[in-house]
């Protein structure tokens, strides 16, 4: 397996006895529905360090959505707990 840059986010893999395995990944997609996929960015623009990017769909602007022909999906983010936020997708 290929090193990822020095600049991506460590990241494992939780199993349910609570063990972990290192994952070596610039991205991982999670898919959440058919046709719904959140892309976690582990290797931000330096601009973004500290925080994590959290991509659905293929528009990355509000002008590459626009320019969309077919629907686009948009991050819905609500609060949960103190320290929980819950993330979906919805298409327009």
């Not at 972990?20 to 997609?29: C, D, E, F, P």
């Not at 990355?60 to 629907?71: G, I, V, Y």
């Not at 948009?74 to 327009?92: D, F, K, M, Q, T």
């Amino acid at each position: 397996m290929k090193a990822v840059d020095d600049h991506s986010y460590k990241t494992f893999l939780v199993f349910e006895d609570g063990s972990r395995t290192l994952v070596n990944a610039r991205s991982i997609i999670i898919e959440i529905a058919p046709n719904h996929k959140l892309e976690l960015d582990l290797a931000p623009h330096p601009n973004h360090r500290g925080g994590l990017p959290i991509l659905a769909g293929s528009a990355k602007t509000h002008q590459d959505a626009e320019n969309l022909e077919e629907s686009y999906s948009r991050l819905v983010i609500r609060p949960g707990a103190v320290n929980v936020v819950h993330v979906s997708i919805e298409s327009h």
